[in-house]
């Protein structure tokens, strides 16, 4: 038998290893199946072909693109901002809930409800300008430490869905978050975590005004709660900013699943995708029961609906993208 | 003297006709000022230089991309498909405002004032999918014919502005639409007539709601309006669906006023530019008294900020896209 030259192995190699678009994700049925997708709606001539500007896919945030355990994490910025700001002047702690917040008691916040965490967030918020908040935002999400796995939260979004949404993009999908979190809170690291710029990041809306200061005009943003993205309002963003169905959906809770409902219920081939949280070492094991991300209506319909429920134990070779590997 | 050969005449002239990215603007200070813009913030090492992902240029489209008299085209549109309405189902004709916009009687329509407008608008613009009017839309701009010009709707887009957004995009600009207008409406047409996707338009809003028919999700218009994106309300939404502050911005109207002023106060190079109508013979002539595009702010206020006030009359050697040429 003729060896093969050491140079050849190499490149054979590489080029195994350039191949593979998703190396964090393992070799199971979840992989064959997004690839095939993604194989059949780009290929000219197949049946399933996709011109390149209905190739769009849309993510949920919260538990699908980073984590959102034991809270999700815009709730431990508001906390955060709360505390900075009455370091800088006590007298904003009016109540219980901010006073709770500013001492970090997450029990204290819980105990208070609703209307606890509507005065954090109207406190951590609002009477800001967009670009203020933005770069507060993305200063907390470079710095601030998840208090139970002690990374970053930056350092917290999933690897295997980095490679997706890369993998994506250079198959000529252009790839939107469509989120229950706020616009102006995913914006702020967004493209510095995921390459999504901040025009492809659909959210829930704050209100918001125009107002001129010293001659420059500058968004501000105001307390009230004007669209809620989040079940039936995922569609309705979507149609808001996108204004065309999506081809691929991705999310991971009950507030996802119309989105996933609309996007593959339209004309021609589409693709939804449910990442069940089934880690308990490595991550969080939770669905039915959990008060944030419950998952109940995936878990009975997504099969006979033919989505494809991507088991996290099982699917993912690796978890966050940031600190060391698993 | 050498001849010159006929080739080398001809591709002289062929690239100089190719050199000049605006052929139906003339040659005066207007189009000098914006070729210099673009070439300020396109050249790599300029103190002017934007990277491309900040180039963002918004548009208003009513009476800046297309005309706008003697009434938006979108009431035109909303005129029709009121009257075709009443042909399927003359019981529709409740009123005294829809019994006028069928029968045509636009000075019966305008004397029920805003009550009758929002009538007819209901009655046109709601309780459909998303989809369905989409489709309704994209057949009226295609084939309806304005009162006056017997033009097509669709043929009463700007040629000048048509080469710009082209211009624009070739050097690496983003162009979007930010319209009072309808985003439905707009959309509808958009692309076909600017080459802007449907996600470049951000316009008024009608609400909205997610609805399952038959297993298929879809997107249902409703009667109310929630969000007018005009005035100071063109920020809001370029914040809402761009989320970063554009570069250049392109009114007539005071309505665009915020929109201008808030690209052109940011940091870095800006360029604001009203659209004046000044001509009569080939479009329509009006500012401070029009009923549609009323222009009082931009005339006061232009020069002093350093706005570009382009003279239609002046400026352009062609107006509409399609017909004839002048």
């Known amino acids: 038998m003729r060896q093969v030259p050491a140079a050849v192995f190499l490149i054979a190699l590489a080029s195994q290893v350039q191949a593979d678009p998703l190396p ?85 916040v819980v105990a208070g409800g609703t209307a606890a965490l509507a005065e954090i967030m109207m406190a951590s918020h609002a009477d800001v300008t967009g670009a203020a908040f933005n770069a507060s935002v993305a200063d907390w999400a470079a710095t601030a430490i998840h208090p139970q796995t002690g990374l970053r939260f930056a350092d ?56 001129v200061i010293d001659g420059v005009g500058q968004i501000w943003k105001l307390p009230e709660l004007t669209f809620n993205d989040d079940k039936g309002g995922k569609p309705v963003g979507i149609d808001r900013n996108i204004g065309r169905r999506p081809i691929l959906a991705f999310g991971n809770s009950d507030g996802d699943f119309e989105m996933i409902e609309y996007t593959t219920t339209g004309p021609g081939p589409s693709l939804g995708l449910i990442l069940h949280h089934t880690d308990a070492a490595r991550e969080w094991a939770y669905d039915r029961e959990s008060h944030v991300g419950k998952l109940n209506r995936g878990l009975d319909e997504a099969a006979a609906k033919g989505w494809i429920m991507v088991d996290m134990a099982v699917d993912w070779s690796r978890i966050y993208s940031g600190g060391k590997a698993d």
Request: hydrophobic share 45%; aromatic share 12%.
């Open 24 to 108: 964090s994700w393992n070799d199971t049925a979840t992989k064959v199946a997004i690839i095939d997708f993604v194989e059949g709606v780009t290929t000219p001539g197949s049946a399933d072909f996709v011109p390149e500007a209905d190739r769009i896919a849309v993510f949920d945030n919260d538990g699908t693109l980073w984590a959102e355990q034991p809270l999700y994490f815009q709730a431990f910025f508001a906390l955060d901002a709360v505390r900075a700001k009455a370091e800088a002047d006590p007298s904003i702690l009016t109540t219980d809930a901010l006073k709770a917040a500013a001492a970090g008691d997450l029990e204290g």
């Open 156 to 211: 917290m979004t999933y690897q295997p869905m980095t490679e997706l949404l890369r993998y994506l993009r250079d198959e000529g999908f252009s790839t939107w978050i469509v989120t229950g979190g706020g616009s102006h809170f995913v914006r702020a690291f967004a493209e510095d975590a995921y390459g999504i710029p901040p025009e492809q990041v659909v959210g829930s809306l704050g209100d918001s005004e125009y107002r």
